[in-house]
């Protein structure tokens, strides 16, 4: 026998998976109340001893850990363009499971900066400039981050041939600079792998300990991550498969929760013609967007505002106001569940407007051209047409009886036909939350993380 | 500056996907020593801008060859300034409008849209290298 615990110490909840490697089965799961405010270890004991309840005492052999409590880790990208290294570095922080709190183009003003220093991230990532390109930019930009008014990680990611001076302007007032390569080395052209792998190197070194999860050090060998990062880790895993097993190919994760929805996508997304141009920046194969304008507990109001109230009155078969009054009272109730059927509609309209508007955002588009020798089509962003799975997972997906209803907003509509969203996509279900289990099982054992996701969530055993 | 590559930024303007063109002045321009950003067909004003922004380029060289170059280059040197890259060279090329306009026209058309040099039909790439050379030299920037 070789066990191994997981823990996920959410936001809210402490979620715990205790696996068995040996035969790939999980043997139970339990959940706690995230008390990072007092002491972290103390509702992981409450999950420990709920769990030992069904199973007897057990001795682990592993045990890993991520994090998205305490705010998860938050992060400022600031980039020269917006759509260019900008957006290069808000996708480096996405792919490493930050929670954005703002990105930041061209010079830094000093508004700007009372900005960032307000919302207080956790790390910033600085770029600017392709190697060889503008250098202004992310000077004036480190020599205003002086002015941060906490001693917060940075990250220099930016034009190279100027990466030793910001260095050297920003270590005269942070303790902790770190240079790596470029997300942006020439026009067009991602390099986002290293400035991922430095965050998580500051998340595991600084950050743990800077939100008191270090607590949790003498129950969990590691906290590996941020938890989004752990769950693209078992999405990418459960897609690409290893060596020794096959994966699932082109796959989609939503993840619909209280305050965001994130969508994960493992695909190149490449243009399905030869007639199709692909234009912007290139995508990552393991791609993540967050939207925190839709949510269905704490962005219920804004889900609202977005996705316009009538709509979803009209979705529901409710009125307005009854649809204003629910979102009212789950914003203010996080962990209120729908309690008749009327409810029920209101909860369902709102989970499909949140994955449509999501996908929407995190999908490719098609655009026509009419030019004089024709009709030409440009494709930007993935296009997700022909993935053949989504996986749901998330309080809302899992609490509900018929998850596939909320999930079936994801597929193509004909009468948006250049939105590239699935087309025939089967669902599953991450019913026992276990991805992001996975994702730091993955770390010890990749083989045996696969053959449980095939198990739990593909062939959806009990 | 002596020894360092001059950057320009190439692509063909608007709903424009001749691509032919684009590719041989890609090649020539390499081959005589530019780095070049080539972003292809179909290219947008904002993404020349853009570019030219980001990789600290010295001039964008526009093509246009289905007859509505104007249209699609006029503002251009209006987004530069407001960009903050009112330094860049602008050029433009090709079959810039429909019919047959003399070619003197054209030019000034251009040249008070903003353009620093405009070259019509036949032009080879080898003089617009000069050209290129000569006005980068006089703003000080010395290249191959």
């Known amino acids: 026998m070789r066990n191994i615990l997981l823990i996920d110490f959410g936001s809210t909840y402490t979620k715990i998976t205790a696996v068995d490697a040996e035969r790939a089965e999980i043997i139970a799961t339990a959940s706690g109340v995230t008390t990072v405010e007092t002491d972290i270890t103390k509702g992981l004991k409450q999950a420990l001893t709920d769990l030992e309840r069904t199973t007897g005492k057990i001795r682990f052999d592993n045990v890993l850990g991520c994090s998205s409590a305490a705010g998860g880790l938050k992060m400022v990208a600031i980039g020269l363009v917006p759509e260019l290294t900008a957006e290069a570095a808000k996708r480096a922080a996405l792919g490493a499971g930050a929670k954005v709190l703002g990105v930041y183009c061209n010079e830094l003003s000093e508004y700007e900066l009372d900005e960032i220093n307000k919302v207080g991230p956790d790390i910033v990532l600085l770029a600017g400039g392709t190697d060889g390109g503008n250098k202004q930019a992310i000077i004036h930009n480190a020599e205003k981050l002086t002015g941060l008014t906490r001693d917060i990680p940075v990250i220099v990611a930016g034009n190279k041939s100027v990466a030793p001076q910001v260095v050297k302007i920003l270590t005269a007032k942070l303790s902790e600079v770190v240079y790596t390569e470029n997300v942006m080395p020439a026009l067009n052209r991602l390099d986002i792998e290293p400035a991922r792998e430095t965050i998580r190197q500051i998340f595991l070194h600084k950050i743990v300990q800077a939100k008191g999860l270090d607590k949790a050090n003498c129950f969990v060998d590691q906290l590996v991550m941020p938890t989004p990062a752990a769950v693209l880790k078992a999405a990418e895993l459960l897609s690409r498969g290893t060596d020794r097993q096959p994966g699932l190919g082109d796959l989609m994760v939503v993840d619909i929760g209280g305050a965001t929805t994130d969508i994960y996508s493992m695909a190149e997304g490449e243009p399905q013609g030869l007639d199709i141009l692909w234009r912007g920046l290139p995508e990552p194969f393991a791609k993540r967007t967050v939207e925190g304008d839709l949510g269905m507990r704490y962005s219920a109001a804004s889900l609202l505002n977005v996705a316009g109230a009538s709509r979803l009155a009209e979705a529901a078969q409710v009125s307005e106001e009854q649809v204003a009054a629910y979102a009212a009272k789950v914003e203010a109730d996080v962990k209120y569940l729908p309690a008749d059927e009327l409810e029920l509609r209101i909860e369902i309209a709102m989970g499909r407007a949140c994955v449509k508007l999501a996908a929407d955002r995190h999908v490719g588009t098609l655009e026509k051209y009419f030019t004089t020798t024709g009709t030409a089509w440009a494709q930007n962003g993935k296009d997700l047409t022909p993935v053949k799975t989504v996986i749901g997972t998330g309080g809302v997906i899992i609490n509900i009886a018929q998850p596939q209803q909320i999930m079936a907003s994801i597929i193509y509509d004909i009468n948006m036909p250049h939105v590239l969203r699935p087309q025939k996509p089967q669902f599953l279900i991450d019913r026992r939350y276990i991805l992001a289990a996975m994702g730091l099982l993955s770390e010890l054992d990749a083989d045996t993380a696969l053959r449980i996701m095939k198990k739990y969530i593909l062939r959806g055993e009990e | ?144």
């Open chain 2, 1 to 144: 500056m002596q020894g360092k590559k001059a950057k320009v930024v190439l692509g063909v303007i608007g709903a424009d996907c001749h691509a032919v063109g684009n590719k041989i002045l890609n090649y020539a321009f390499t081959a005589a020593g530019f780095e070049v950003v080539n972003l292809g067909v179909l290219v947008s004003q904002q993404e020349f801008i853009n570019a030219a922004i980001e990789t600290d380029a010295q001039a964008i060289l526009v093509a246009s060859l289905y007859g509505h170059g104007e249209m699609d280059c006029r503002g251009l040197r209006e987004r530069c300034i407001e960009a903050g890259i009112d330094n860049t060279l602008l050029y433009v090329g090709g079959n810039l409008v429909v019919g047959k306009t003399e070619f003197k026209q054209i030019e000034d058309k251009f040249y008070q849209m903003g353009y620093n040099r405009v070259y019509g039909p036949g032009t080879l790439p080898d003089q617009v290298i000069a050209d290129l050379k000569q006005d980068l030299a006089q703003r000080g920037f010395g290249c191959a």
